[in-house]
Structures are given as C-alpha cells and as structure tokens.
C-alpha cells in the first residue's frame, strides 16, 4: 500500500488511523512519498561491547492493595484482579482494554525478592532495569524446565518484569514461585548512526526483529519505526516526572473518550509498539512539543485516575528525529515470533 498523507499540526491528527502514514517532527507536502525502504539505512549500534548479564526471577504471586476496591474518577467502584501471577488468557497480541482487570500483566510476571525480601529491593531493580525487551529467558525449575521464552515488558513501582513463551502448554507446567534466568543485554546500548535519537530498555533481539519489519535510517537522518498506534502525549498519566525511563513504564489515560475514539486507543494490544507524540524520555518523562518517544504496551488498561495502560519506552528524541510508520504487525507476538 502507497505511504502518504498530510501532516496537520493539531494533536488530534496524530491519531488518525489511517493505514502507513508517517508522521515526522516537521511537515510533509500534501502526496509527497515516503522514501522506499531499499534506501534505508540499518541501525548501527555497540553491539560489540554490550556487557551481557544472567538475572534472575521468580513467578510473582498475584497482588492487591489494602482494599480490594478501585474508585474511578466517575466515583464508580471497581472489583478487578491486579498484578502479578501467571495469566493464562491475556498474552501478547491480546487486548490490553477488553478485560475485567486493573494494570493486569500479560502472561507471567517475574520478581526477585532477593535478600531484603521486598519486590522493590535491589535483587528486583537489578532484574527490571537490566531485563530489556526481547531478551531470552529460560526456565529453570518446575515442570516447564528448560522452555525458551522472551521478555515482553517491564512495570515500575512493581519492579516486575513480564515474560512469554511461544510454547502455549508451557503455561499449564508454571507454578508460582518457579525461577527463570533472563539473559539480560541492551542496558548501555548507543545509536551510532542516529545521534538524536536515544535507545532505552531495548535488547539486540527486538532491533533485529524491527529491522525486518522495516526499520532503518532515512536518507533525511531519521530513525523511521514501525508502530501499530500513535498516542498524544496530552493523555500520559502515571509514571510522569521520574528522573528516568530505564525502567518500568508510564500510562496511557484513557478517561477522554473523544480522544480514545480518534486515536483508536480501544485497538491497544499487549505488545503493540505505540508512537508517543510530543513526549520525551530521554532524562526521564516529560511533555515536549516536537519530541517523539516509542515505546511497548506492557500492562493493561486502570480504571484508577491517571492510570492507564503502560508504556515501556525504547526509542526517544527530543528534537523528533523519528519517523512513526502505522503498521499493526508492529506487536511483540509478531516480531519475537510468540504467537
């Protein structure tokens, strides 16, 4: 399919789904083509000095706070399963919004208590900055020995880190508790070729898959990425204002319905690769006019004021040097081969 369309400055534009349009920091003249993708240039990143580091999780049991009740910002009470555990029916590729949950974790969820026996301990900060997406991960105990899956999302405030396997009956082997070893490597990668552009919570794996699907440097200089769905950074909730994005995630708000319908936000999957307009992480999350930030949906929707579901960022620039092309293959189902 032909890659065009004019670029209007409003917000809401940016939400349009209009198959394959690429949107940029600047304008783009009314029918101008995008360039084709033989010219595109491969990222070129350290992956040569890439320290490569075994951490460990455990299956997380599921979590509730105090109360069992959520109010959302309509005064509706809420009762909805939460965090953790192994989650059978919501993987990667499935709906992230069509589910009778708050900040669910798709497929199972890894923690590391570690000594100081606290999920927010230093065992569980190691293992959620260090993990990034599309690392291996491999089972080491229980029935499920031996399976290969991939990392699929990180959470903060949890510190949890989320894995799938695209072995399906290896869910039924799983018990809480059971310990899995990521091979963790992306933490310390530099773009080489795209200097305005910052890459975070990213592992050789996920790059290699996206390059496949169409990523590369364009002969203007920009990092084009595919991304399923594009988000204006007006609606980014919780997770605003910490000193950094290498690890956790910050929250898609899902409360104006107006700007849910425009931008298709109801589409959300697990795993979708979303193009945040006018967000920059790059020294941690903030609002930027111009700036561009990508990033993975990793937990579910919250009916919870500012709350949402969460983004785990992998690309940032602040001066927008990315260009976001629509393609809904942009899913970790599809690019680390899951589903």
Not at 166 to 178: H, I, M
Not at 192 to 203: C, D, E, F
Not at 208 to 220: F, K, R, V, Y
Request: hydrophobic content about 40%; overall charge neutral; charged content about 20%.
């Amino acid at each position: 399919m032909p890659i065009s369309g004019r670029l209007r400055r409003s917000v809401l534009s940016f939400c349009v789904p209009v198959a394959a349009l690429i949107i940029s920091a600047g304008t783009m003249p009314a029918g101008q083509e995008a360039a084709p993708s033989k010219r595109l240039r491969p990222l070129e990143y350290n992956k040569d000095m890439l320290v490569i580091q075994a951490v460990v999780g455990f299956i997380a049991p599921a979590g509730l706070g105090d109360s069992p009740y959520d109010i959302d910002p309509d005064g509706k009470i809420r009762l909805n399963p939460g965090t953790g555990s192994i989650t059978y029916n919501f993987r990667s590729g499935d709906s992230a919004i069509d589910l009778a949950g708050d900040h669910v974790e798709p497929a199972v969820t890894l923690f590391n208590p570690g000594a100081e026996n606290s999920r927010s301990g230093r065992e569980s900060r190691g293992l959620n900055t260090l993990a990034c997406i599309g690392n291996r991960v491999k089972i080491w105990t229980g029935e499920g020995k031996g399976a290969i899956g991939s990392v699929i999302g990180k959470h903060g405030g949890a510190e949890h880190v989320m894995v799938d396997f695209p072995d399906a009956s290896v869910f039924e082997k799983l018990t809480v508790g059971d310990k899995m070893q990521i091979t963790a490597v992306g933490f310390g990668l530099e773009l080489r070729n795209a200097p305005g552009v910052t890459a975070l919570n990213i592992g050789p794996e996920l790059i290699e898959a996206l390059t496949g699907l169409g990523m590369g440097i364009t002969p203007e200089g920009k990092l084009r990425i595919p991304v399923a769905i594009k988000v204006p950074a007006k609606i980014m909730g919780s997770g605003l204002g910490a000193d950094n994005a290498y690890r956790g995630d910050y929250d898609i708000q899902m409360f104006d319905e107006k700007t849910v319908k425009e931008c298709g936000l109801d589409r959300l999957r697990f795993g979708d690769l979303v193009g945040i307009v006018d967000a920059d992480a790059t020294y941690g999350r903030i609002y930027r006019q111009g700036a561009i930030t990508v990033g993975s949906i990793s937990h579910s929707r919250s009916y919870v004021a500012g709350h949402g579901p969460g983004v785990t960022a992998l690309f940032t620039s602040k001066n927008g040097d990315i260009e976001l092309v629509e393609d809904r293959d942009a899913n970790l189902a599809t690019l680390l081969k899951i589903r």
